[in-house]
């Protein structure tokens, strides 16, 4: 099983700067089969990115995803109000789906 | 515009069997390009994939909690099913039925709202 290591667990922003978020994969993971979610308090995770890199239908073009083989990269170009929440990365590798931790963004 | 939306008791009893079900509307759950997830989220925590089923009726699960894991389809009524049998208080979670997006990576794509499964005598 593919193990997803999240960073940082935390990060503390202010709205208008730069969110990098990291995903990190115990073996190497196929670039399609990579994808980011946002989850906000009592809500279901929502559909960012996936293929590394491709935005899902409606998210804004401040959603940026990069990376391949074992690190992957979720970028917010400028934090919104709306965006602070949890980020999760997640891989389908031998059948098998796995997530990330979660990385919590929040308003510093 | 395709929804989901779980269903099923709130509150199973340790050593019972815990039964979801999710029901798809707005679209055929025997579309090709689809498989359909139960995944799971303990308080506060992070998110774990139960196992899918295909139309067809084929499902793969997670190898952690295979031997305690049915998932099936009922395309007559839109709707997929999960029990999960010798419930402990550690399956307690917000269950929620997703979409998983074959073309897009497999990505799951569409989310129902969840449903909290407390386990508890």
């Known amino acids: 099983e593919i193990v997803l290591t999240q960073s940082p667990g935390t990060l503390s922003l202010s709205p208008g700067e730069r969110a990098t978020l990291s995903c990190r994969a115990s073996?190497?993971?196929?670039?399609?089969?990579l994808a980011w979610y946002q989850q906000k308090p009592g809500q279901a995770p929502r559909l960012l990115i996936y293929g590394a890199s491709s935005r899902a239908t409606g998210i804004p073009d401040r959603f940026s995803g990069s990376g391949s083989g074992t690190d992957f990269t979720l970028t917010i170009s400028r934090l919104e109000p709306e965006d602070f929440a949890v980020y999760y990365c997640q891989q389908y590798g031998s059948s098998v789906y796995t997530f990330g931790q979660g990385t919590k963004l929040e308003i510093k | 515009q395709v929804q989901l939306q779980e269903s099923g008791p709130g509150l199973v009893k340790p050593s019972q069997t815990l039964s979801l079900t999710c029901t798809v509307s707005?679209?055929?759950?025997?579309?090709?390009?689809?498989?359909w997830s139960w995944i799971r989220q303990p308080p506060g925590k992070g998110l774990e994939w139960i196992g899918y089923?295909?139309?067809?009726?084929?499902?793969y699960y997670n190898p952690s909690l295979k031997s305690r894991v049915t998932i099936s389809v009922d395309t007559s009524k839109n709707q997929f099913s999960l029990k999960l049998s010798s419930v402990t208080a550690a399956d307690t979670a917000v269950y929620y039925c997703a979409r998983d997006d074959y073309p897009k990576g497999d990505a799951f794509d569409i989310w129902g709202q969840g449903t909290m499964v407390t386990v508890s005598s």
């Open positions: 707005g679209g055929s759950i025997s579309s090709g390009d689809y498989y």
């Open positions: 073996q190497s993971v196929s670039s399609s089969y």
């Open positions: 089923i295909y139309y067809s009726g084929s499902t």
